[in-house]
């Protein structure tokens, strides 16, 4: 049975431990969790297990923190045309985005940041209470675009555009009244766009969208509520204007150069690519029905893509991992752990740094990197036991499975036969 109440002292023992840091695996190792938090790590003989703690051996499966997709969405799409989005109902939407969050978890992800849209919202406030199961959730809400921007679906009328997913500003006073909506909605963050995309009608990654001047509001509105900016951002000069105006994150980043990367790591801005879209589209789009023109501009922009990824992880750039993961067909939400097997076998990562981009990096993403994405003393217990090494084959994440136990705040979630 799971523990629903976080308040028992657990020990996980006999363990292989991957703390996350980037730090040396160790083998035989103990974690203590009480009252949600691990109040210690270590090898055996190191640790001390309470007399009162309820003990779990592991039997030498890897023990690891809590997987983070720190770019996705909880759309309750089902098909992968765009439309969709705009013509079922809202209510069966955030349903489905109660199963998909039900299998985040499932599949070891015990946090997410929803980069637009408003099922986010209310989806975390239903887990938060305890009413659905699912990952602690970050939420952006209405994302930010301007008028002919990636977040203006061409498509469809404004007036349709503006009720769903975007809030459409421009000038610096309409980009610091729809930062303060979005922050008066809820969101713990806020999302813009400041490039075209490759799945918007009628423009491309290429094109700039808001000024600096647009930007640098939106992240002095943030700045004032102690919060933070991400943006999607996928051409060089857009990138730059983000970066020197003061987001967080650049999310995508297909089209880098030296000087972005550079920029990046003087600031300390984190890369979160989300490979894991763009290879479905490329390779598995057109059978799947995705849109040719989004087809065809994923196809255009792969390749340049993971060369930005490859630069900037060898120039020592943070990266977070994210998917952009709707749950759609290609995009279905537990199937999240592809992105740290894209980023070893595409982008040349060790697997230990694609797990510290999973772990810790993406907890820095989410603004956490106090609270969670490593396994340390004083960090929320968000905790994985996997059967099999990662280190050796990360494949193993990806299969749910493998995923034998989930912890979120001290809570077993998931237990499958440990």
């Not at 210690?40 to 690891?64: N, R």
């Not at 699912?134 to 349709?160: C, K, Y």
């Given at each position: 049975m799971a523990n629903r109440g976080g308040e028992k002292k657990i020990a996980l023992v006999n363990g292989f431990l991957i703390d996350g840091s980037?730090?040396?695996?160790?083998?035989?190792?103990?974690?203590?969790?009480?009252?949600?938090?691990?109040?210690?790590?270590?090898?055996?003989?190191?640790?001390?297990?309470?007399?009162?703690?309820?003990?779990?051996?592991?039997?030498?499966?890897?023990?690891?923190?809590?997987?983070i997709d720190a770019h996705m969405h909880f759309m309750g799409t089902r098909t992968h045309r765009l439309e969709e989005y705009f013509v079922i109902p809202e209510q069966v939407r955030l349903l489905r985005c109660v199963r998909d969050a039900e299998a985040l978890l499932e599949a070891g992800f015990t946090t997410v940041k929803d980069c637009g849209g408003t099922n986010g919202l209310y989806l975390k406030?239903?887990?938060?209470?305890?009413?659905?199961?699912?990952?602690?959730?970050?939420?952006?809400?209405?994302?930010?675009?301007?008028?002919?921007?990636?977040?203006?679906?061409?498509?469809?009328?404004?007036?349709?555009?503006?009720?769903?997913?975007?809030?459409?500003?421009?000038?610096?006073d309409e980009c610091r009244r729809a930062a303060r909506y979005a922050l008066r909605e809820g969101a713990d963050f806020i999302k813009i766009c400041a490039t075209g995309g490759v799945l918007s009608m009628r423009d491309r990654p290429e094109h700039t969208q808001f000024?600096?001047?647009?930007?640098?509001?939106?992240?002095?509105?943030?700045g004032k509520v102690g919060t933070f900016v991400s943006a999607h951002a996928q051409g060089t000069e857009g990138i730059k204007i983000a970066i020197a105006a003061g987001v967080k994150t650049i999310d995508h980043g297909i089209y880098l150069d030296e000087e972005a990367i550079r920029m990046m790591k003087e600031r300390g801005v984190i890369l979160v690519p989300t490979l894991s879209i763009a290879y479905q589209i490329v390779t598995k789009g057109k059978e799947a029905g995705i849109i040719e023109w989004g087809v065809r501009k994923a196809t255009e922009a792969f390749e340049h893509h993971l060369k930005s990824v490859k630069m900037a992880y060898e120039a020592g750039v943070k990266i977070a991992t994210g998917t952009d993961f709707g749950s759609p067909p290609l995009w279905k939400m537990g199937t999240n752990a592809m992105e740290l097997e894209l980023?070893?076998?595409?982008?040349?990562?060790?697997?230990?740094?694609?797990?510290?981009?999973?772990?810790?990096?993406?907890?820095?993403?989410?603004?956490?990197?106090?609270?969670?994405?490593?396994?340390?003393?004083?960090?929320?217990?968000?905790?994985?036991?996997?059967?099999?090494?990662?280190?050796?084959?990360?494949?193993?994440?990806?299969?749910?499975?493998?995923?034998?136990?989930?912890?979120?705040?001290?809570?077993?979630?998931?237990?499958?036969?440990?």
């Open positions: 980037g730090s040396p695996p160790v083998d035989r190792a103990v974690v203590v969790v009480e009252n949600g938090r691990i109040s210690a790590v270590g090898p055996a003989g190191e640790v001390e297990v309470p007399s009162d703690a309820e003990v779990i051996d592991v039997g030498g499966m890897t023990i690891m923190p809590g997987l406030m239903a887990i938060n209470e305890g009413s659905v199961r699912g990952p602690r959730v970050l939420a952006a809400g209405h994302v930010l675009s301007q008028t002919f921007g990636h977040g203006d679906i061409h498509f469809l009328p404004i007036e349709w555009v503006r009720q769903k997913i975007p809030t459409i500003c421009d000038g610096v000024s600096f001047d647009e930007i640098r509001a939106i992240v002095e509105e943030a980023l070893v076998e595409k982008a040349g990562f060790k697997p230990i740094d694609a797990i510290v981009s999973a772990t810790k990096i993406a907890a820095e993403a989410c603004g956490l990197a106090d609270k969670i994405g490593t396994i340390e003393a004083g960090k929320m217990a968000d905790i994985i036991v996997v059967n099999g090494n990662p280190l050796e084959d990360i494949k193993v994440l990806r299969k749910v499975d493998n995923i034998r136990l989930v912890m979120k705040e001290g809570k077993i979630e998931v237990n499958r036969g440990v």
